[in-house]
């Protein structure tokens, strides 16, 4: 579709607005009203309206914290990280916080916690998915993250963020329970792993690898049953000090079996590895676009 082509002008904001809205709705319909701190400046927003709300009427609402607090970090970050890195975050910190104060309190369905949890994991996935994918970041602990890092570069950004965002989590289990807190943690975990098919796409392919003494016909068998591409790779083993000829393969999912089953007919003692390849582009699978 070439909306969503990253070369097309308007792809970056429509997608990332787009991204930034599913995540506000899972925060604001699911995790904020069962008490869900998953970490993240959102996190620590929920817990500053639950705290705040025997003083302020209803509490301090999400996106008056999520913009309290990401002001002094984009200060920081444009002095210690530069104006480009800041620039690439601007905007989907800004929609964030927009979409956080416009999408409202939804009453869904919450008596099933773990559905809806899993289900605001989703949302949160993919938004996140669609906003990394064109190169932004909503802000937040990422750019505090990235600006202690500077500092401390024997701490990779991922590992920091770890330890900031399990602290949130960690305050927000005395506050909500423990139980809210192992909820939180499954929302993590699905939610890293939506964004990441969003990211490196969900079509995977299988990298096969295969040795034996008869290469020669398996080959010609995958070239002309399977129509597959085989590269063919001197090797040599170490223990026998024999040298053979590896065959290198990759195929669709659906296609592995019939391949595993068609070198086990030709030669029943062939050694193979099968491994998943999380992203192949070229003829057959993903189109390599200049």
């Known amino acids: 579709m070439e909306l969503l082509n990253k070369k097309n002008p308007f792809a970056k ?42 003083v302020v ?24 990280l530069g104006r480009r890195y800041v620039m690439n975050t601007m905007y989907a910190t800004v929609t964030f916080t927009v979409a956080l104060s416009i999408v409202p309190s939804m009453h869904m369905p ?33 750019l505090f993250g990235a600006i202690i890092q500077k500092k401390f570069p024997h701490y990779s950004v991922a ?25 939180a943690i499954i929302i993590v975990y699905v939610t890293t792993k939506v964004m990441d098919n969003i990211l490196e796409g969900t079509d995977f392919a299988k990298l096969v690898y295969v040795i034996s003494d008869e290469h020669i016909n ?22 026998s000090n024999t040298s053979r000829n590896m065959l290198l393969c990759v195929v669709k999912n659906k296609e592995i079996v019939a391949l ?10 062939a050694f193979v590895i099968v491994s998943d390849a999380r ?12």
Not at 162 to 182: H, M, N
Not at 219 to 231: C, F, K, M, Q, S
Not at 260 to 269: C, G, H, K, T
């Open 13 to 54: 904001y429509i997608m990332v607005t787009l991204g930034t809205v599913l995540m506000a709705v899972a925060i604001n319909g699911i995790f904020e009203p069962l008490g869900l701190v998953t970490g993240g400046v959102s996190g620590l927003a929920i817990i500053v309206k639950y705290f705040t709300g025997f």
């Open 57 to 80: 009427k209803g509490g301090i609402p999400l996106w008056v914290t999520n913009t309290l607090v990401n002001i002094p970090l984009v200060i920081g970050a444009w002095i210690v």
């Open 110 to 142: 919450l008596d099933d916690i773990m559905l809806m949890s899993i289900f605001g994991a989703v949302l949160m996935g993919v938004g996140l998915g669609l906003v990394f994918a064109y190169g932004c970041s909503t802000g937040g602990t990422d």
């Open 159 to 183: 590992q920091l963020l770890r330890y900031i965002d399990g602290t949130i989590v960690i305050v927000g289990a005395a506050v909500f329970g423990l139980s809210k807190a192992l909820y």
């Open 218 to 239: 398996i080959a010609n068998e995958i070239l002309h049953n399977i129509d597959r591409g085989v590269t063919s790779i001197p090797v040599q083993g170490m223990y």
């Open 260 to 269: 595993v089953d068609l070198v086990a007919q030709i030669d029943p003692s």
């Open 279 to 290: 992203e192949v582009r070229g003829e057959g699978f993903i189109e390599i676009k200049q």
